[in-house]
């Protein structure tokens, strides 16, 4: 075991790391990626779906599993699934399962969250400190991990907006939802009425909770963009603004789906 074992988030397309989930790979290059000259043997990473620019956070980033590195950088054919017209070879990493590891892609806050630092915009390569600093990642990970049976209509972690609107739909019965009166484009998402609520409740969706800020949801609601004499309710997949004290003063409450799907909670006005 190497002394100065190094210890890596790599960031690639989910449907990259679903392809070949223990290579590190770029395809396009003529010369080796500076970035690739720093992973040795013995190295370990986190691979971390993004699946869109990390720009409005909207999409859900997932960790996919914890590898370390069997084979340093070389320039060699690409499996043929991982095969496109006129791009055959890349340069790759390779490495093997190290651990435990989830049985599904996991849901995550962004890395710079993960990693308590900034920023990590654009980079395949992003360096994690230390081994504890890595291990913690990998106990968020496992910890948070859902059964695909208990997401119902994906059997999958939702990847956006849209795919968290459609778990809302399919279960809101189990999440204290009476019934949906309204679904539209337009803030806010949805219109409901909540078992034992008589008054109907405006419901936001979003996959992180930052998001409903960065979105101007905020503004919105302070300038009476919508028509009701209440605040909105607020529902996310992952709740990363828990000490925001502008988005507590303009929703009545933040639901994040994921723990209450996993804690089979509904709900509670």
Known sequence: MPDNRKYFFVKHGLDALQIMPNFIWRTGEKEEPRAFKRVKK????????YTTSDLRER??????GFFECT?????????????????????????????????????????????????????????????KEFER????????????RDIPFLGREPRNEQEV???????????????????????????????GKAESVHLEVET????FLLHGHAEQV???????DEKSEKKCWINNA????????????????????????????
């Not at 999409?59 to 996919?64: A, D, E, G, K, N």
């Not at 992180?208 to 998001?211: E, G, I, R």
């Not at 828990?242 to 006005?269: F, G, P």
């Open 42 to 49: 013995g190295d370990r990473w986190i691979g971390f779906a």
């Open 137 to 148: 990642v990998r106990d968020y990970t496992l910890a948070h991990e859902l059964n695909p």
């Open 165 to 195: 609107l459609a778990v809302i739909i399919c279960c809101h019965q189990k999440l204290g939802i009476e019934k949906i009166l309204r679904v539209q484009t337009a803030f806010p998402d949805l219109l409901v009425k909540l078992k």
């Open 222 to 228: 302070h300038n009476r963009q919508f028509k009701t």
């Open 71 to 131: 084979r340093e950088s070389r320039f060699g054919q690409l499996p043929r699934e991982a095969q496109s017209p006129g791009c055959k070879n890349a340069w790759m990493i390779e490495g093997k399962l190290y651990g435990k590891q989830p049985g599904q892609p996991v849901g995550v806050p962004p890395i710079d969250e993960l990693l308590e630092t900034k920023h990590f915009k654009g980079q395949t390569l992003v360096p994690i400190k230390d081994e």
């Open 242 to 269: 828990k000490t925001d004290k502008k988005l507590k003063n303009c929703v009545h409450a933040v639901y994040e789906l994921q723990s209450l799907i996993r804690d089979n909670k509904k709900l509670v006005w």
């Open 59 to 64: 999409p859900l980033s997932q960790v996919t």
């Open 208 to 211: 992180y909770s930052k998001s």
